[in-house]
């Protein structure tokens, strides 16, 4: 049976604020109905940044590429060349198919792009250019004919890097706003922002609750809520390691629960040691040591088999597997947001260059969904055609008879018309056509 050797102090995190939500549909309606004024008012309020449009112009978008330095360029270029080669190969595993299921009946789907979409990249604690490799580029690896983008301004002014990763990764507009106006603004639309169709990206609880509610009027890709870590290790590595892993994603907010499950107490307690000893050098060990104290937990299990059930109990974000087999893992898991395998890898890696992408599901969302891939940039639409009157006919019999067990007369009109002129067959109205068995 498993044994918690530390538990977390503070309550299980859920999306219900009420109050959070009463601020953010204040916020969306004001926008709404206000527009770009709403917008200009709102930027000012929360950011203290004050244009007469959000947009972006092309000298603009040049100047921030030109702030980068050379390194800068290289590292963010390799990093979308990792991405966009994994959405690519994602992509080419999506095929359109057609099939005749009977003979006369053609039946297919295609994956068509969705037209306008619009990318959320954060930026008020942290920077967080990555981002926009995550959600912009992924976007138009899929097709999608018009990719927007918003991130907020970074102490005050334009986040010169996120915008030179916007770039890059191909947004067809950039804007300097952030918040729930930003969002507002892409899913309502104003006077100069044409509406978009879904929208992407993480955010603070304020987006992430402007992008619950607007759900429905827009896709959205995923309910996002604090960062989630899960080590699952034994004693093939040690107790720095895990406690670094362990940190390097708590940093994220006071809020990040950071967990490890292993079956070697002294490796539990080592890392007990060594997160100790790293939260004194730490540089953000105050937002570490906080989300540490109140959402970091340890489990110790008595098997690798119990490993995956507890694993798969906590559905974590980013799971990291150091152990001596971590495929174990791989082939048993079943609730997780990304896998992380072997020492050799780890978290920030994902969070930043490999190419898988780092928006991923939260709060126990694993158990039914993955994470933002360039399939969710994607419409599987169905179609069909019926090529012979004798399939239409046969089609229209069945369809027929099962309308009418659901009480429907008019749907079962749609097919008799059918039968009759395609089948030659006299079938009363609204009756059921006959059957091989009359």
């Known amino acids: 049976m498993a044994e918690q050797i530390k538990a977390p102090k503070a309550a299980s995190l859920t999306m219900d604020n009420a109050a959070l939500t009463e601020a953010v549909q204040g916020l969306l309606r004001q926008v709404e109905s206000?527009?770009?004024?709403?917008?200009?008012?709102?930027?000012?309020?929360?950011?203290?940044?004050?244009?007469?449009?959000?947009?972006?112009?092309?000298?603009?978008?040049?100047?921030?590429?030109?702030?980068?330095?050379?390194q800068e360029r290289e590292d963010l270029e390799f990093a979308q060349d990792q991405i966009r080669n994994f959405a690519q190969a994602q992509r080419n595993s999506l095929l359109d198919i057609e099939v005749e299921t009977v003979p006369g009946v053609v039946l297919g789907h295609r994956n068509i792009p969705i037209q306008n979409v619009g990318c959320y990249v954060p930026g008020g604690k942290y920077p967080l250019l990555a981002s926009a490799h995550m959600t912009v580029l992924t976007a138009k690896v899929a097709g999608c004919e018009r990719v927007i983008t918003c991130a907020p301004p970074f102490k005050g002014k334009?986040?010169?890097?996120?915008?030179?990763?916007?770039?890059?990764?191909?947004?067809?507009?950039?804007?300097?706003?952030?918040?729930?106006?930003?969002?507002?603004?892409?899913?309502?639309?104003?006077?100069?922002?044409?509406?978009?169709?879904?929208?992407?990206?993480?955010?603070?609880?304020?987006?992430?609750?402007?992008?619950?509610?607007?759900?429905?009027?827009?896709?959205?890709?995923?309910?996002?809520g604090p960062t989630e870590t899960l080590v699952i290790a034994d004693d093939s590595v040690d107790g720095e390691i895990v406690a670094t892993d362990l940190l390097g994603q708590a940093e994220h907010g006071p809020n990040s629960p950071a967990v490890l499950i292993t079956n070697s107490r002294k490796l539990a307690t080592d890392t007990l040691s060594e997160i100790e000893r790293l939260l004194q050098i730490l540089p953000t060990r105050e937002i570490a040591a906080k989300a540490w104290e109140d959402y970091g937990e340890i489990i110790l299990c008595e098997s690798v088999e119990e490993m995956v059930v507890e694993a798969d109990r906590v559905a974590s974000e980013h799971v990291q597997v150091m152990t001596a087999d971590p495929d174990y893992f791989l082939n048993n898991m079943k609730n997780y947001g990304a896998l992380f395998l072997g020492a050799?890898?780890?978290?920030?890696?994902?969070?930043?260059?490999?190419?898988?992408?780092?928006?991923?599901?939260?709060?126990?969302?694993?158990?039914?969904?993955?994470?933002?891939?360039?399939?969710k940039f994607l419409k599987t639409c169905t179609y069909q055609r019926i090529l012979t009157?004798?399939?239409?006919?046969?089609?229209?019999?069945?369809?027929?008879?099962?309308?009418?067990?659901?009480g429907f007369a008019g749907h079962a009109e749609q097919a008799n018309i059918r039968v009759r002129r395609y089948g030659g067959e006299n079938v009363g109205y609204a009756m059921a056509a006959g059957s091989r068995h009359d």
């Open 34 to 70: 206000g527009g770009d004024r709403a917008v200009r008012e709102l930027s000012n309020r929360f950011d203290g940044f004050d244009r007469q449009t959000y947009r972006l112009s092309k000298a603009e978008i040049e100047n921030s590429l030109d702030s980068l330095t050379k």
């Open 158 to 224: 334009i986040a010169d890097k996120i915008v030179a990763a916007q770039s890059l990764a191909g947004a067809d507009e950039i804007y300097c706003m952030g918040g729930v106006q930003a969002i507002a603004a892409m899913a309502y639309g104003t006077e100069t922002i044409a509406p978009v169709d879904m929208l992407a990206g993480p955010g603070n609880a304020y987006v992430a609750e402007a992008k619950r509610l607007l759900f429905g009027k827009v896709g959205i890709d995923l309910f996002a």
């Open 344 to 375: 050799r890898t780890n978290v920030a890696f994902g969070d930043k260059v490999i190419g898988t992408n780092h928006t991923l599901p939260t709060d126990k969302a694993a158990r039914y969904t993955g994470g933002l891939w360039v399939g």
């Open 389 to 406: 009157d004798e399939a239409s006919a046969q089609i229209g019999r069945y369809a027929s008879r099962l309308c009418l067990m659901e």
